[in-house]
């Protein structure tokens, strides 16, 4: 199988990359390397390899990368609200009006499967006596996620009876990859705590799904790999854990004992939610098989032992510079 992944050198990209040439495809990577290319330098010497420097917005080098591809694993975006609000107009480009042309671009070309990386954060706030599911009322309260639920309606509304489309809405990823980042919010903690730096929670009772990056990998090489009818228009929640953010800190506390945790009960966080990972349990019978506590862990014995020079490098953030928008 020869797959097309969009963002190829992202944080979940490049690890992405590396699995599937693992298991025998051959991964062209699309990727404007807005933060770099070294995540991928260990697979420029492979024949099943190839890189194609390109933005998403650049419908004819997107139309070529496109063609005598089976499939499609569609990452690149802006993502996280700090990062959309830089430029919302672009990120509004990007994040949805690519994706459309993306997939009419793949279906036209008679690409068999679409996977696109959606996230948890569609569904916003809920009921703190209830998970949200799939079904769930989507209630998106950043930009950033309001751009997921509009790419996901516009790709529902392109799909065709030829080519497969699968949404993933994942939660909030953690754990080690070749192209680190630091901005999500296991990952800083970890961080923090490895340095002696102060972490600052605020609302310590509101509920967050996490996921375990290679567990992330792993789900979505099922969804090129399962029989067609398993996941055709499907929409599955992809979570590990639901952990309060109290429980992160505790979790930090039980291995970094010097660690300054200080609440901030001043701050409000609108954004408190539980998601079930029930139907892809049952569609696609995945369980997670590493937990939030081992994304941690391994991180922190990374930054501890110096592996990642310098940690606090602004790349590591995944905030473009207005400039590289435009």
């Known amino acids: 199988m020869k797959v097309l992944v969009t963002g190829g050198a992202g944080y979940l990209g ?10 025998g495809m051959h991964v062209v990577v699309y990727d404007n390397l807005l933060y770099g290319g070294e995540s991928l330098l260990p697979l420029f010497s492979h024949p099943r390899f190839q890189l194609i420097i390109g933005d998403i ?34 990120t509004e480009v990007i994040n949805v009006q690519a994706t459309q042309k993306l997939v ?7 690409v068999k499967r679409i996977i ?14 209830t998970i949200a599911t799939e079904v769930t009322k989507l209630k998106p309260l950043s930009l950033y996620a309001q751009t997921k639920v509009a790419a996901e ?26 192209r680190m980042r630091f901005n999500l919010l296991v990952n800083n903690m970890a961080r923090s705590a490895a340095l002696g ?17 290679r567990d992330a990998v792993e789900v979505i090489y099922q969804c090129l790999t399962v029989p067609a009818a398993q996941i055709t228009h499907q929409i599955f929640n992809v979570v590990g854990e639901n952990y309060q953010k109290q429980q992160l800190a505790q ?20 954004r408190d939610y539980r998601v079930s990972g029930e ?36 790349v590591y953030e995944a905030l473009p510079d207005i400039k590289q928008l435009n």
């Open 14 to 23: 490049s690890l992405l990359s590396t699995y599937l040439i693992e298991k």
């Open 104 to 110: 009419k671009i793949a279906i036209a070309s008679g």
């Open 251 to 270: 979790l930090v506390i039980a291995h970094c004992p010097q660690a300054q945790i200080v609440i901030k009960k001043d701050k409000v966080d609108a």
């Open 57 to 90: 917005r650049d419908i004819t080098s997107l139309s070529g990368a496109v063609k005598k591809v089976n499939a499609v694993v569609h990452l690149a975006a802006l993502v996280g609200e700090d990062a959309c609000l830089i430029d919302p107009a672009a």
């Open 197 to 213: 730096k102060k972490i600052s929670i605020f609302a310590p009772n509101a509920w967050r799904p996490f996921l375990h990056i």
């Open 279 to 314: 139907r892809i349990a049952r569609k696609l019978n995945f369980y997670p098989n590493y937990t939030i506590e081992e994304a941690f862990i391994e991180i922190v014995q990374a930054v501890k032992n110096g592996v990642l020079i310098d940690p606090f490098r602004a």
């Open 116 to 129: 696109f990386s959606s996230t948890c954060s569609n569904y916003g706030i809920s009921d703190v006596h």
């Open 153 to 178: 309606k516009s790709i529902i509304h392109a799909s065709d009876k030829q080519t497969l489309t699968c949404l993933l809405r994942f939660g909030t990823l953690c754990g080690l990859s070749p």
